[in-house]
């Protein structure tokens, strides 16, 4: 599948941020991307009742 470059991460990266979030400092959730914390960040700080009316 081809994907725009912006959404994708290199695999070596995704693996090695996934030891280190389990071995080095246990996570819950990760974000290999820095684009997608903000991402989220901005998801979560919206009020539920404007996040419902989104179509995302």
Request: charged fraction near 30%.
């Amino acid at each position: 599948m081809k994907l725009p470059a912006p959404l994708t991460v290199d695999p070596d990266r995704v693996a090695e941020d996934i030891y280190l979030a389990d071995v080095a400092r246990p996570r819950d959730v990760i974000y290999v991307a820095r684009r997608f914390r903000l991402v989220m960040a901005i998801i979560c700080a919206l009020p539920e009742t404007i996040f419902k009316r989104m179509r995302i």
